[in-house]
């Protein structure tokens, strides 16, 4: 059994992990959006930052599905975005 620090280590090399490969996809999002798309809501930044004003469940509990805050937090960044 591994004590609560190894715990961190193996989950903070997981998130290393899987952030290099979300971060290679959104890279091809960005690309894509530049050439063909009228507006990017980037929702992984926009996230990041609210997390930084609540803790991060209270926008998604599992890191994917959005709670109604988390929500309304796409809802009011796309209407911003598109509203010209």
């Not at 004590?3 to 989950?11: F, H």
């Not at 999002?29 to 929702?43: G, I, N, T």
């Not at 926009?46 to 805050?69: L, M």
Request: with cysteine; hydrophobic share 45%; glycine share 4%.
């Amino acid at each position: 059994m591994l004590s609560g620090r190894d715990d961190i280590r193996v989950l903070e090399y997981e998130v290393d992990d899987w952030r290099d490969d979300l971060d290679k996809k959104l890279q091809v999002v960005r690309d894509l959006a530049a050439e063909l798309a009228d507006a990017l809501v980037p929702l992984d930044g926009i996230f990041n930052t609210a997390a930084c004003r609540r803790e991060k469940s209270f926008w998604t509990p599992d890191g994917v599905h959005p709670t109604p805050a988390g929500h309304a937090l796409i809802a009011e960044r796309w209407i911003s975005s598109v509203s010209f």
